[in-house]
């Protein structure tokens, strides 16, 4: 559960919060003054604070600064009222991770929330590279083969430096993952680490949230707003999925990398920014260039280190290593000890092709663990969660098995044998039947009688062709 530390002076405010946030989950704590906040931050460990920029004593903003000091990857949203926006956007350059305006309007101070705990979460739990698979307090970028082992190299290699990454591999490698690594291991790692996707965000919102913008800049800029990239200054930003990046913002995006600056949106003087650059896509960016869908100089300034993923069916010897991870990483997640899984559900995974790489082998396990409640995960477990039938034979051979169980059991000897047999045969020639909805020639075919046959045994078990037996 996430805690949350709300410091403001107002009791209503604290109050009305207080509740909100239990409501939704989190566990949350409450101060009136910003030295009362700054103890509770000194003894407690939090997952976020939410301040008030207007304190009596010492105010938001050097509040802001003594917390930063304690705990620098301890994600701070600030509210502010119109009066004071210029400190709270001054405490966002120094690396509070937003500001809203009060009075705020809820669902969107709770997204706000969600981003500041994710973002929390990527700057604090470092990524541990080709560790075991009984990896439990980190995460990991799990896989022995050769192929992740040349990556594992390459993330040494690249990180202590500043050089702009690209990471490039099918969805589901692990790109992220990756980018996440290189920011823990890289000099910055004290410094914020910043996640824009570039899909998710809309077009006309992407440019803003990047680059922020001057007041009076569009209708609705009622002040000023410093974007992403600003706000990751000395530290790292990851501009996930690039491949996705509209035209306008590629053309800015060069011009941070060449000359690092960027202009605000309506602002008139360039703003230099130290930020380190990780990309990833999944798509063929050479195709992009050639179709003009991406900009030739961008692609040709990022391609400069490259580190390409290779797809899970490539990495030989890493599904049973990565199965063993997500088994007890996904069964710790929802409080049970790990059931274990049969040699055959091993087999199955091993053969299976994985178009949707690491992802889709973390989320079969996770629905195999669901389907098969603490037992050890069977073949059939994994078959149903990949989405595959389960072969007819294995099924219906239980079925019948059941039945003929509760035959011999039933405590009737006269004439069992005969009598399951016939019963047997009336089910079997009544499913041929409505298979073929009542075609007797086609359903003679299937059953390999000739018609005359067929006819006579439909007499001798008394049969419709709709009729519905079932064992
Ligand atoms: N080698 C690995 N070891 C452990 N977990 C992994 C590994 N690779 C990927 N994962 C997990 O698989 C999931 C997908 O990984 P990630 O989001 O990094 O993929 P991606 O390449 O960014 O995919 P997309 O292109 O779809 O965004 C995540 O839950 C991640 O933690
Ligand atoms: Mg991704």
């Known amino acids: 559960m996430s805690s949350i530390l709300i410091i403001d002076d107002d009791n209503q405010l604290r109050q009305s919060f207080q509740k909100l946030l239990a409501e939704e989950g989190y566990n949350v704590m409450s101060a009136s003054s910003g030295e009362a906040g700054i103890n509770i931050v000194k003894k407690n460990t939090l997952d976020l604070v939410v301040l008030d920029m207007r304190l009596p004593g010492i105010n938001g903003f050097e509040t802001f ?84 082992q040349d990556v594992y ?33 890289s000099l910055r790692s004290e410094k914020p680490f910043i996640v824009i996707n570039c899909v998710a965000i809309p077009e006309n919102l992407l440019e803003s949230e990047l680059f922020g913008y001057e007041k009076g800049a ?82 040709y300034r990022l391609k400069v280190v490259t580190i390409w993923l290779p797809s899970l069916c490539e990495r030989q010897g890493d599904v049973p290593i990565l199965t063993d991870y997500f088994l007890s990483r996904c069964a710790s997640e929802v409080g049970m000890d790990n059931p274990g899984i049969t040699d055959e559900a091993k087999e199955i995974l091993d053969n299976h092709p994985w178009p949707g790489n690491v992802r889709e082998l973390k989320n079969t396990i996770q629905k195999a663990l669901i389907f098969n409640r603490g037992a050890p995960v069977t073949g059939e477990d994994i078959l149903q969660a990949i989405g595959k039938k389960v072969p007819v034979a294995e099924t219906s051979d239980d079925a019948i098995r059941q039945w003929a169980m509760e035959a011999l059991t039933s405590g009737q000897t006269e004439n069992l044998f005969d009598t399951c047999m016939d019963r047997f045969a009336g089910i079997l020639i009544s499913q041929a039947l409505n298979l073929t909805r009542g075609n007797r020639s086609r359903a003679a075919r299937l059953l390999g009688f000739s018609r005359p046959t067929l006819h006579s045994k439909i007499e001798k078990y008394n049969l419709k062709p709709d009729s519905n037996n079932s064992l």
């Open 65 to 148: 600064k003594q917390i930063n000091n304690i705990d620098s990857k301890l994600p701070v949203i600030i509210m502010t009222a119109y009066g004071t926006t210029e400190t709270a956007i001054e405490a966002t350059k120094m690396g509070a991770f937003d500001y809203i305006l009060k009075p705020f309007d809820i669902p969107d101070m709770l997204k706000i929330i969600l981003q500041a705990l994710e973002a929390g979460r990527f700057m604090r739990s470092p990524v541990q590279m080709n560790a075991g698979p009984d990896e439990t307090r980190h995460e990991a970028i799990i896989g022995r083969s050769r192929l992740m």
């Open 153 to 185: 190299k390459a993330i040494g290699k690249v990180s202590p430096t500043n050089a702009t990454v690209l990471i490039r591999g099918e969805s589901g490698t692990g790109k992220e993952l990756v980018a996440r690594a290189i920011y823990h291991h």
């Open 218 to 299: 569009f209708t609705g800029a009622s002040h000023r707003r410093v974007g992403k990239i600003e706000q990751a200054n000395a530290g790292t930003i990851f501009l996930d999925e690039i491949g996705d990046m509209p035209p306008s913002i590629q053309a800015k995006i060069l011009r941070l990398v060449q000359e690092k600056s960027i202009e605000r949106l309506g602002g008139m003087d360039p703003i230099s920014v130290d930020v380190r650059i990780v990309a990833a896509t999944n798509r063929n960016l050479e195709e992009a260039v050639k179709k003009g869908l991406f900009r030739e100089d961008l692609y």
